[in-house]
């Protein structure tokens, strides 16, 4: 009962406040037709015109109050009036005064002196947007009276005087001035300088970014600007690195799909930023061919690779995602969130070992998918060094079982997940990876399933990778450890690698082995600098540095072509074809089956012996004598 006496009561308030607008918008509807009156006449109305000016006035309240209701302007909020708000009262005003003309014609009032038309018309301008807008004007002022009595909003320095950067200091100062205060803007354009934005001064270029933060006293710099390239990140952050502040960004151009940036979209700067990769073009048409409405399986649906590409599906409406993942924890973690994202999407959670047969059998006999993504695998290089019968088992037997099963049950497509490091490999991990692209290949002679393999290198930030790692060393205040001085890697980011590879498998027509372009190799102690300094620390100084070694199996700088193979372009600027010679189908199989016996009961030196049958061009130092392989920790 309360709850309907108060849902009464709202609406009354309601209808008393909008009463309460009309009758202020008449009455100066009114005031403008006297002014109007007043100005022509020179302040003298000759008495001829009072005994018709009723039906004038009445007809000209009953024409604006019309137009005016049409375009909303009776509702809103006079203190955030915008520049929406003036063209909806600029074409109410135009709209009513034609339609006021009108009727002064079909009314036979032709001796409205038609002076008084025009005047009437900018007088409701004035009047109305001037009332408007300066209760806006007065609020605007009582808010910042009383922001000025806190002392706890940042000052801020915001680098980069483009629409990103108008964008949010409009923002700030109408909505979250009680968290942020600009003081100045840094821009690069010497046209902008001396200028102002919303009453912010662009006060010199990013060279004097520390001069402006020591001479304003500036808490923190905000980079506006998501089209910054990773080599223009690089160099804007190490000219406000000396000004000794937090340093914070907006996402990039390819991350903000409506070209709108919010204050809730400002994050802290992270290796990402710095190593930035130009936004990936996909073809929309092959995938929605590809991928709508039909069923799509994921392996290792759960790991940094796997949950990512399930996220890029779903954009695309299968008609059932299958989330293929052995640990449980993962596989809660991305179901829930997919089922928040994609509500119209059918989930299929599928806690399975890719390596059971029974129940991967069982998964593709009911739900018989049409498109295989095969991220499921082993990654990590030393893990794989102590186990490499697991390693075979998994990457290598788990693979020939998802890729029987899919031929057996006329998968369209299937598509395995790769790695650099299947190149001329040194790791049991990396030679697992190419046998796995070998069978893949063989299959693809005798099965009308589109067999293809997709490699790349690090993925930033995976579960796992270094960077993860190297933010844990700082968190506890360092050491951080890096192998070698000199180690490279490539790296790209999970969605880029995640929407590559849906590209190449639908851009594949079986037996490819596609190479995505990874830009050019990063050297891991630089990224620990980066990261380091990111984190408001500087390196050797407040965190160190340390080099522990090369760990067995590592490469110092990986490969993505091996010397034997011919890339080739293919129609996606970064998707290339690395050929090889597929190898007969019943001659891997008949090298699987030697390897499959010593999984279990072999020495790891006996396991690599009997994968360089399989890759000649595995290289390796000293071959292991010992069951498991000790893991060297760092220093």
Same mark, same amino acid.
């Given at each position: 009962?309360?709850?309907?006496?108060?849902?009464?009561?709202?609406?009354?308030?309601?209808?008393?406040?909008?009463?309460?607008?009309?009758?202020?918008?008449?009455?100066?509807?009114?005031?403008?037709?006297?002014?109007?009156?007043?100005?022509?006449?020179?302040?003298?109305?000759?008495?001829?015109?009072?005994?018709?000016?009723?039906?004038?006035?009445?007809?000209?309240?009953?024409?604006?109050?019309?137009?005016?209701?049409?375009?909303?302007?009776?509702?809103?909020?006079?203190?955030?009036?915008?520049?929406?708000?003036?063209?909806?009262?600029?074409?109410?005003?135009?709209?009513?005064?034609?339609?006021?003309?009108?009727?002064?014609?079909?009314?036979?009032?032709?001796?409205?002196?038609?002076? #008084?038309?025009?005047?009437?018309?900018?007088?409701?301008?004035?009047?109305?947007?001037?009332?408007?807008?300066?209760?806006?004007?007065?609020?605007?002022?009582?808010?910042?009276?009383?922001?000025?009595?806190?002392?706890?909003?940042?000052?801020?320095?915001?680098?980069?005087?483009?629409?990103?950067?108008?964008?949010?200091?409009?923002?700030?100062?109408?909505?979250?001035?009680?968290?942020?205060?600009?003081?100045?803007?840094?821009?690069?354009?010497?046209?902008?300088?001396?200028?102002?934005?919303?009453?912010?001064?662009?006060?010199?270029?990013?060279?004097?970014?520390?001069?402006?933060?020591?001479?304003?006293?500036?808490?923190?710099?905000?980079?506006?600007?998501?089209?910054?390239?990773?080599?223009?990140?690089?160099?804007?952050?190490?000219?406000?690195?000396?000004?000794?502040?937090?340093?914070?960004?907006?996402?990039?151009?390819?991350?903000?799909?409506?070209?709108?940036?919010?204050?809730?979209?400002?994050?802290?700067?992270?290796?990402?930023?710095?190593?930035?990769?130009?936004?990936?073009?996909?073809?929309?048409?092959?995938?929605?061919?590809?991928?709508?409405?039909?069923?799509?399986?994921?392996?290792?649906?759960?790991?940094?690779?796997?949950?990512?590409?399930?996220?890029?599906?779903?954009?695309?409406?299968?008609?059932?995602?299958?989330?293929?993942?052995?640990?449980?924890?993962?596989?809660?973690?991305?179901?829930?969130?997919?089922?928040?994202?994609?509500?119209?999407?059918?989930?299929?959670?599928?806690?399975?070992?890719?390596?059971?047969?029974?129940?991967?059998?069982?998964?593709?006999?009911?739900?018989?998918?049409?498109?295989?993504?095969?991220?499921?695998?082993?990654?990590?290089?030393?893990?794989?060094?102590?186990?490499?019968?697991?390693?075979?088992?998994?990457?290598?037997?788990?693979?020939?079982?998802?890729?029987?099963?899919?031929?057996?049950?006329?998968?369209?497509?299937?598509?395995?997940?790769?790695?650099?490091?299947?190149?001329?490999?040194?790791?049991?991990?990396?030679?697992?990876?190419?046998?796995?692209? #070998?069978?893949?290949?063989?299959?693809?002679?005798?099965?009308?399933?589109?067999?293809?393999?997709?490699?790349?290198?690090?993925?930033?930030?995976?579960?796992?990778?270094?960077?993860?790692?190297?933010?844990?060393?700082?968190?506890?205040?360092?050491?951080?450890?890096?192998?070698?001085?000199?180690?490279?890697?490539?790296?790209?980011?999970?969605?880029?690698?995640?929407?590559?590879?849906?590209?190449?498998?639908?851009?594949?027509?079986?037996?490819?082995?596609?190479?995505?372009?990874?830009?050019?190799?990063?050297? #891991?102690?630089?990224?620990?600098?980066?990261?380091?300094?990111?984190?408001?620390?500087?390196?050797?100084?407040?965190?160190?540095?340390?080099?522990?070694?090369?760990?067995?199996?590592?490469?110092?700088?990986?490969?993505?072509?091996?010397?034997?193979?011919?890339?080739?372009?293919?129609?996606?600027?970064?998707?290339?074809?690395?050929?090889?010679?597929?190898?007969?189908?019943?001659?891997?199989?008949?090298?699987?089956?030697?390897?499959?016996?010593?999984?279990?009961?072999?020495?790891?030196?006996?396991?690599?012996?009997?994968?360089?049958?399989?890759?000649?061009?595995?290289?390796?130092?000293?071959?292991?004598?010992?069951?498991?392989?000790?893991?060297?920790?760092?220093?």
């Amino acid at each position: 009962m309360d709850a309907v006496k108060q849902t009464l009561s709202e609406r009354l308030m309601l209808t008393y406040r909008r009463l309460l607008v009309v009758l202020v918008h008449l009455g100066l509807f009114t005031l403008s037709l006297v002014c109007a009156f007043l100005l022509r006449f020179e302040f003298s109305i000759p008495d001829e015109y009072f005994p018709i000016g009723y039906a004038w006035w009445v007809g000209l309240l009953v024409v604006r109050g019309i137009a005016f209701a049409s375009f909303g302007l009776f509702s809103g909020m006079w203190r955030y009036t915008g520049a929406r708000d003036l063209v909806a009262l600029l074409k109410a005003a135009t709209l009513s005064t034609i339609v006021f003309m009108v009727y002064l014609w079909l009314g036979g009032y032709r001796g409205f002196p038609r002076s #008084i038309v025009i005047i009437d018309w900018l007088m409701t301008m004035i009047l109305v947007g001037g009332l408007r807008f300066g209760i806006r004007t007065l609020w605007q002022l009582a808010r910042s009276v009383a922001r000025e009595e806190k002392v706890d909003r940042k000052r801020l320095l915001i680098v980069g005087a483009g629409n990103a950067g108008e964008m949010l200091l409009r923002e700030m100062q109408k909505i979250y001035g009680h968290r942020y205060h600009p003081i100045a803007i840094a821009d690069d354009d010497t046209r902008k300088f001396g200028q102002t934005i919303h009453g912010i001064p662009v006060m010199g270029p990013l060279l004097a970014v520390p001069e402006i933060v020591k001479a304003k006293q500036i808490e923190e710099i905000l980079l506006a600007i998501p089209t910054a390239t990773g080599k223009d990140m690089r160099r804007i952050v190490e000219l406000c690195k000396p000004a000794g502040v937090p340093i914070r960004t907006i996402p990039g151009i390819d991350q903000v799909v409506d070209g709108n940036v919010t204050v809730n979209q400002i994050r802290q700067v992270d290796i990402e930023d710095l190593l930035g990769r130009e936004a990936v073009t996909l073809d929309q048409r092959s995938l929605q061919e590809q991928l709508t409405g039909r069923v799509v399986m994921v392996t290792g649906s759960g790991g940094s690779i796997g949950s990512e590409l399930c996220r890029q599906i779903a954009k695309f409406k299968p008609s059932q995602l299958l989330l293929v993942e052995q640990a449980e924890n993962a596989l809660f973690d991305i179901h829930r969130e997919l089922l928040a994202k994609f509500p119209a999407v059918a989930l299929v959670p599928c806690i399975a070992d890719i390596c059971d047969s029974r129940r991967m059998e069982a998964v593709f006999e009911r739900y018989k998918p049409s498109v295989v993504l095969h991220a499921a695998a082993h990654k990590h290089v030393p893990m794989m060094e102590a186990n490499p019968g697991e390693a075979i088992k998994n990457n290598v037997g788990g693979t020939r079982k998802l890729a029987d099963l899919s031929h057996a049950h006329d998968v369209d497509c299937f598509v395995m997940i790769s790695t650099d490091k299947a190149v001329n490999p040194t790791s049991v991990m990396g030679a697992s990876k190419r046998i796995a692209e #070998i069978y893949v290949q063989a299959m693809s002679q005798r099965s009308k399933t589109r067999f293809v393999a997709v490699r790349f290198g690090n993925v930033l930030g995976s579960a796992g990778s270094v960077l993860p790692i190297f933010r844990e060393q700082i968190a506890r205040g360092g050491p951080v450890t890096v192998t070698h001085p000199e180690m490279r890697r490539y790296f790209m980011t999970i969605p880029e690698a995640s929407q590559l590879v849906l590209q190449a498998g639908a851009m594949g027509r079986g037996g490819e082995i596609f190479v995505l372009d990874m830009g050019e190799p990063v050297k #891991i102690v630089d990224l620990a600098r980066d990261l380091i300094t990111l984190s408001g620390f500087k390196p050797g100084i407040d965190i160190e540095i340390q080099f522990s070694g090369v760990r067995p199996g590592e490469k110092l700088f990986e490969e993505l072509n091996a010397a034997d193979e011919n890339s080739d372009k293919t129609l996606h600027p970064k998707i290339f074809i690395g050929r090889l010679a597929p190898r007969p189908y019943d001659t891997v199989t008949q090298e699987l089956a030697q390897l499959a016996s010593l999984t279990d009961g072999a020495t790891a030196a006996q396991i690599i012996e009997r994968i360089k049958v399989l890759v000649p061009e595995l290289i390796r130092e000293t071959v292991p004598t010992a069951d498991v392989i000790p893991i060297r920790r760092p220093a």
